[in-house]
């Protein structure tokens, strides 16, 4: 593939086909002139704009001369043959694009890959399966499924990705965070994370898990940032893999933080969170006309306080979201009945949620206070009138059969 940047480039032709030449010339940085007698709209639209420069006549002998590339794309084959010869004679690459023999230049379609990435495909003399080529190959780029992971790197280069994989379904992975993920040269993991999107990694990947457990926490926060800023010193791409999303208390902030303050650098790729992907997946959603416009997410992890805290300026009917700690659901339901809801106010306990362990239980305030609700982590509490349009809504969500956690 010649690198033609700033490089001049003399097309003949600026029909349909000249056209489609010229664009991809466009796209590859070429110092374009165009030798033409009548021009296409948009030939004339990029020669207005000084994108190209063109000479609006028939082609002469010569017209080549000095160009790095030839494109001859008239259509006519005496004409076509006059510059694929002059091109020949002044060792100039040229493309004859109606007789493809002749080219001594091969038309690629050209995809720019993430990292520098750089691939061109050729159809063999056929326009259209190269289309469906380059289009299938750019899909595989960015959602990963190609070994797009650099395999030199050097003491300068390393860096975090702060990763949000979802809820638990790998399918749920945002296009950049599959991508992401291929090119890793560590994976920091979560046991929250979808167990599918790290458990097949290269072998030559570094995994390390720093899965907090309820009441367990084998690995500190401090330790797992050192970890980062430790490998990315090292010149490795490192991607920590959180579930839900990183900034969704996930801490995430204070590993950016520690990155940042180390030098490292640092890039967050969000994911959907669990606070409202999990009650939708479960047929209740946060919001819902004409019941509440407002929803609160909080932490059970530090009980009753700390969740009375998170409500104290929401009216009544905001939808309260509890994420993690759900085992303090006794006390926390306690403090809201004592704070004025009532204990007949609908509750929801979503485990395992968007995974193909999902399960969900449907109580009461009043219910969740009398200890009778056993809730199993992972879990999602939904508190508030909308909990009632399950009902109706029923599970809204099918988990793809990779979705579970590790």
């Known amino acids: ?182 090119m890793a040269d560590v994976l920091v993991v979560d046991r929250l994370a979808p167990a599918a999107s790290w458990e097949h990694a290269p072998a030559d990947v570094l995994t390390i898990d720093v899965g907090k457990q309820p009441g367990k926490h084998a690995v500190s926060q401090t330790e797992i940032n050192d970890i980062l800023v430790a490998e990315a010193n090292k010149g490795q791409h490192v991607v920590r893999l959180k579930g839900g999303d990183p900034f969704v208390l996930g801490r995430g902030g204070e590993e950016a933080q ?15 969170t669990s606070a409202i992907a999990v009650p939708g997946a479960a047929g209740i959603p946060v919001t819902h006309r004409g019941v509440t416009s407002t929803f609160i997410v909080a932490s059970a992890h530090e009980g009753p306080e700390g969740v009375l805290a998170a409500v104290s300026d929401a009216p009544h009917t905001s939808t309260l979201i509890l994420l993690m700690g759900a085992g303090k659901l006794p006390s926390i339901s306690a403090a809201l009945i004592a704070s004025g809801r009532s204990p007949e106010t609908p509750v929801a306990i979503i485990e395992s949620g968007l995974t193909v362990n999902q399960h969900t239980t449907i109580t009461s305030l009043g219910e969740a206070e009398a200890g009778t609700v056993r809730v199993k982590p992972p879990a999602v509490v939904v508190i508030g009138e909308v909990v009632r349009l399950r009902a109706e809504l029923g599970d809204l969500a099918i988990a793809s059969p990779e979705a579970r956690h590790a």
Do not use: F
């Open 1 to 182: 593939m010649i690198e033609l940047a700033g490089k001049r480039v003399v097309v003949v032709g600026a029909g349909a086909v000249g056209t489609r030449r010229i664009r991809q010339l466009l796209d590859a940085d070429a110092a374009v002139h165009v030798v033409a007698p009548d021009c296409s709209a948009d030939v004339a639209k990029w020669a207005d704009a000084g994108v190209i420069t063109v000479d609006e006549r028939a082609y002469r002998e010569g017209d080549v001369a000095g160009a790095w590339l030839a494109v001859t794309a008239t259509g006519v084959s005496d004409v076509d043959q006059a510059v694929t010869e002059s091109a020949e004679r002044d060792r100039i690459w040229c493309i004859n694009s109606a007789l493809h023999s002749q080219s001594t230049a091969t038309p690629m379609l050209p995809i720019e890959g993430p990292d520098g990435v750089q691939i061109a495909v050729h159809g063999g003399g056929d326009p259209g399966r190269a289309i469906a080529l380059r289009n299938a190959i750019e899909l595989a780029l960015k959602v990963g499924d190609l070994p797009i992971r650099a395999t030199r790197t050097t003491s300068s280069s390393g860096r975090v990705t702060l990763l949000g994989a979802g809820p638990g379904d790998p399918s749920l992975l945002t296009v950049r965070a599959a991508q992401a993920l291929a």
């Open 258 to 272: 520690a990155c940042i303050e180390a030098g490292v650098p640092v890039e967050v790729i969000p994911g959907i």
